[in-house]
Nanobody, 120 residues
Framework: QVQLLESGGGMVQTGGSLRLSCVLSGRTFSNYAMGWFRQAPGNKREFVAVINWSGSTTHYADFVRGRFTISRDNAKNTMYLQMNSLEPEDTAVYYC?????????????WGQGTQVTVSS
């Protein structure tokens, strides 16, 4: 079965940067589209970004506004989310998700999440 482990969360000030990582184990990483979602306290989990198996296709939520970049390294079984110009509204638990089909990413296998806190 797919196992996902996120890392890289932490606390930063407004305008700062963080890079999240997600390692997939248990299956062949390059067979999966990968994505990031986030959930702030009291809010529903929301889509952040997704990337196809090869990295040739990416999609972002509107609120990203060019601040975040999703990428992957199939040789390292790892996906990344580079987050720049962070705002307090970006404070949330960020979850990694994997699915064979990019269109069904929200029904895939989930990691445990990593906390991102942006202070004003």
């Amino acid at each position: 079965q797919v196992q996902l482990l996120e890392s890289g969360g932490g606390m930063v000030q407004t305008g700062g940067s963080l890079r999240l990582s997600c390692v997939l184990s248990g299956r062949t990483f390059s067979n999966y589209a990968m994505g990031w979602f986030r959930q702030a306290p009291g809010n529903k989990r929301e889509f952040v970004a997704v990337i196809n198996w090869s990295g040739s296709t990416t999609h972002y939520a509107d609120f990203v506004r060019g601040r975040f970049t999703i990428s992957r390294d199939n040789a390292k079984n790892t996906m990344y989310l580079q987050m720049n110009s962070l705002e307090p509204e970006d404070t949330a638990v960020y979850y990694c998700v994997a699915h064979r089909e990019i269109a069904d990413i929200d029904t895939g296998s989930w990691g445990q999440g990593t906390q991102v806190t942006v202070s004003s």
